[in-house]
């Protein structure tokens, strides 16, 4: 399979280490940092290293690379906190997705509200 990078995209450029970051995990098919506006105590993305556009495209591609990314977020919520987390995927632009590389919102660090 072929690697995809898209020289345009700001999550590409993150994971290639080209726009620094504070990571927090890392390893052969993803990348994990912290979130440069947190919406809570912790707030981190997981990406994976090729670029897809969202969750959907990810899905039918490699479902056991999403499935991995949900791993990852269970290990930085045991890391970080007691277990617990929120995962979010923005999936368009109504939805609030601004970064067009998929990337999982990790939510934990506290008690979350609704
Ligand atoms: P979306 O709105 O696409 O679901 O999420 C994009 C997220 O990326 C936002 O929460 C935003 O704060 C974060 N973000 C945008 N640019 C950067 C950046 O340059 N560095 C980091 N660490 N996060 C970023
Ligand atoms: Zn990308």
Same mark, same amino acid.
């Given at each position: 399979?072929?690697?995809? &990078?898209? +020289?345009?995209?700001?999550?590409?450029?993150?994971?290639?280490?080209?726009? +620094?970051?504070?990571?927090?995990?890392? =390893?052969?098919?993803?990348?994990?940092?912290?979130?440069?506006?947190?919406? @809570?105590?912790?707030?981190?993305?997981?990406?994976?290293? /090729?670029?897809?556009?969202?969750? =959907?495209?990810?899905?039918?591609?490699?479902?056991?690379?999403? @499935?991995?990314?949900? /791993?990852?977020?269970?290990?930085?919520? =045991?890391? /970080?906190? =007691?277990?617990?987390?929120?995962?979010?995927?923005?999936?368009? /632009?109504?939805?609030?997705?601004?970064?067009?590389?998929? %990337?999982? %919102?990790?939510? &934990?660090?506290?008690?979350?509200?609704?």
């Amino acid at each position: 399979r072929k690697t995809m &990078t898209d +020289p345009d995209c700001l999550f590409c450029k993150i994971v290639n280490c080209d726009i +620094p970051s504070e990571k927090v995990y890392e =390893d052969a098919s993803v990348y994990a940092f912290r979130d440069i506006n947190p919406k @809570a105590k912790v707030h981190v993305l997981v990406v994976p290293r /090729e670029h897809y556009r969202n969750v =959907d495209e990810l899905a039918r591609a490699d479902a056991q690379l999403l @499935a991995h990314i949900v /791993e990852v977020a269970q290990r930085i919520a =045991d890391q /970080e906190y =007691d277990g617990s987390y929120r995962l979010v995927f923005n999936t368009g /632009e109504k939805a609030g997705q601004t970064v067009f590389h998929v %990337h999982a %919102h990790v939510l &934990t660090g506290e008690p979350l509200d609704e």
